[in-house]
T-cell receptor
Framework: NAGVMQNPRHLVRRRGQEARLRCSPM?????VYWYRQLPEEGLKFMVY????????ESGMPKERFSAEFPKEGPSILRIQQVVRGDSAAYFC????????????FGDGTRLSIL | SQQGEEDPQALSIQEGENATMNCSYK?????LQWYRQNSGRGLVHLILIRSNEREKHSGRLRVTLDTSKKSSSLLITASRAADTASYFC????????????FGKGTLLTVNP
């Protein structure tokens, strides 16, 4: 039973390019969450999605960042015109529906901006 | 949701000893979760304790919750070198208890 799959594991981009991070939730999970971990800091919530809907994007920067979870396929976190400060580890988690469902995390994508 | 504060920041013990980590939070919660993170990996869910529970066990793990003191503790018994990791607590509160917030964690080192 595969866990949460994120790819790529490492991504290098130059300033101004676009970064696309993918997340496939655990089988049977319809809730996806994205978190960002800056160096020497804990994970911070970015966005919560269900299929085709953004439920809470209160942790997303207002510009350049977007997320989607289409009916078919993985969830995508997209960062346009990347800057050095976007360098971080980005983690995806998924959960089932219902109260008190634990979130299961992928191993993250390490984004480096040159 | 709110961020929990783990204490101590670092803990070093010998294999076979018990390890205790603490978590404090500020406002009332619905539940509290503990996670583990090995270096370079994602978080692994360990245990969830609800606000109406005082103690919960899972294998060698024991979690306690004291809502009057707004604190929780994670006890790992008979530790192993493989338990070496960072441990985080995540209090869940309000209608957005899915919005986990993590602090800097406790770095546990278990020496063989």
């Amino acid at each position: 039973n595969a866990g949460v799959m994120q790819n790529p594991r490492h991504l290098v981009r130059r300033r101004g390019q676009e970064a696309r991070l993918r997340c496939s939730p655990m089988k049977g999970h319809s809730h996806v969450y994205w978190y960002r971990q800056l160096p020497e800091e804990g994970l911070k919530f970015m966005v919560y999605l269900q299929k085709e809907n953004i439920i809470d994007e209160s942790g997303m920067p207002k510009e350049r960042f977007s997320a989607e979870f289409p009916k078919e396929g993985p969830s995508i976190l997209r960062i346009q015109q990347v800057v050095r400060g976007d360098s971080a580890a980005y983690f995806c988690a998924s959960s089932g529906a219902g109260r008190d469902q634990p979130q299961h995390f992928g191993d993250g994508t390490r984004l480096s901006i040159l | 949701s709110q961020q929990g504060e783990e204490d101590p920041q670092a803990l070093s013990i010998q294999e076979g000893e018990n390890a205790t980590m603490n978590c404090s939070y500020k406002t009332s919660i619905n539940n509290l979760q503990w996670y583990r993170q090995n270096s370079g990996r994602g978080l692994v869910h360990l245990i969830l304790i609800r606000s109406n529970e005082r103690e919960k066990h899972s294998g060698r793990l024991r979690v306690t919750l004291d809502t009057s003191k707004k604190s929780s503790s994670l006890l790992i018994t008979a530790s192993r070198a493989a338990d070496t990791a960072s441990y985080f607590c995540a209090p869940g509160s309000g209608g957005s208890n899915y919005k986990l917030t993590f602090g800097k964690g406790t770095l546990l080192t278990v020496n063989p």
